[in-house]
């Protein structure tokens, strides 16, 4: 029975941008969330009831109820697709991820597609279970990984004037170019430009992997008919935004879950603080990700908070997610 006060405090992602700053030590209390949330309440009434015993308290059998009478007894579990207050939001941390990282140059396409493939593997062990619990039907997504890249459900990929990995929800894969994340393509820099460890890119991807938990809740498909009604082009960009810090929020849990056994130490820790703080819109561009300072906020939002709750950003200030 889902219920009780849940509390979130919330404080992002895709083109480059130079800038940030590393944390001193994980020895050192971390900061708290620099955006707060507003506290909600799911509603206390239970979204399923026990079905009632076959038998009665004298040991007889129970007479079949008519359908009609049966309906009323037993509630058909339905989650929560809503932006703010999705059944997502209820499963807490994910669990520690036994997902062990060899040392990888970026820059060898094969085996950063090998490490992109076992890290998805990961993903899914530590995702599938908590999902299903909270009763989301859960699938893992597929993945095409290529060196110099290709075409998918949803367009090339990368797409045109980018190096970054995207999301399809037609087909609920993943799609990256190794030699475009790495080394860049055309004028844009890769993300080697900014840390060389693999973990970055990992980073990446477990963002695009929180594009799929959104597409297994619900959380997309209420996005997008937002999108639809939205009037206005600033409008449709705000809700991009808040839809793209949430996956990185995500992605944050799950570097998290795995930081023991991948490992991220402290250094590696403060190196993806400041990658995802360098990562954001470009001025002059569309602004549908988020700005990189705000990139950065809701991944150690993720990273530090730890819990889904907290990765809302439905329920966050304008100035946190633009």
Not at 4 to 17: E, Y
Request: net charge positive; charged share 15%; aromatic share 10%.
């Amino acid at each position: 029975m889902i219920g009780g006060l849940l509390g979130a405090v919330a404080a992002v992602f895709v083109l480059l941008v130079v800038g940030g700053a590393l944390l001193k030590s994980a020895r050192q209390p971390q900061p708290p969330s620099p955006v707060a949330i507003p506290t909600f309440t799911f509603p206390t009434d239970a979204p399923f009831t026990r079905a009632p015993d076959d038998t009665t308290r004298t040991g007889e059998p129970r007479a079949t109820p008519a359908p009609s009478e049966a309906l009323t007894r037993t509630r058909v579990f339905r989650p929560n697709t809503t932006l703010t207050r999705n059944t997502v939001y209820t499963i807490g941390a994910l669990p520690r991820s036994a997902c062990r990282a060899p040392a990888t140059d970026i820059f060898d396409n094969a085996r950063m597609k090998a490490l992109i493939l076992r890290t998805g593997q990961c993903m899914n062990r530590t995702w599938g279970p908590v999902l299903r619990k909270a009763g989301i039907d859960f699938a893992p997504p597929g993945y095409a990984i290529a060196a110099r890249g290709g075409r998918g459900a949803c367009g090339d990929f990368p797409q045109r004037g980018s190096i970054v990995p995207y999301y399809c929800p037609r087909n609920t894969t993943i799609y990256a170019s190794t030699s475009a994340m790495a080394g860049g393509r055309g004028n844009q820099r890769g993300y080697g430009a900014l840390s060389t460890w693999h973990g970055a890119i990992i980073g990446m991807m477990s963002h695009e992997y929180g594009h799929h938990v959104q597409h297994l809740t619900g959380l997309s498909n209420s996005w997008w008919s937002r999108t639809l009604a939205s009037r206005s082009e600033g409008g449709r960009l705000a809700l991009s935004r808040r839809h793209e810090l949430q996956a990185n929020c995500f992605g944050g849990m799950w570097m998290r879950a795995a930081a023991a056994s991948y490992p991220i130490p402290p250094a590696r820790r403060a190196t993806l603080f400041n990658f995802f703080s360098n990562v954001g819109d470009w001025p002059g561009y569309p602004r549908d990700h988020g700005s990189p300072a705000n990139s950065g906020r809701w991944f150690r939002q993720g990273y530090q908070r730890g819990t889904a709750a907290q990765c809302n950003t439905w329920l966050a200030s304008s100035s946190s997610t633009s």
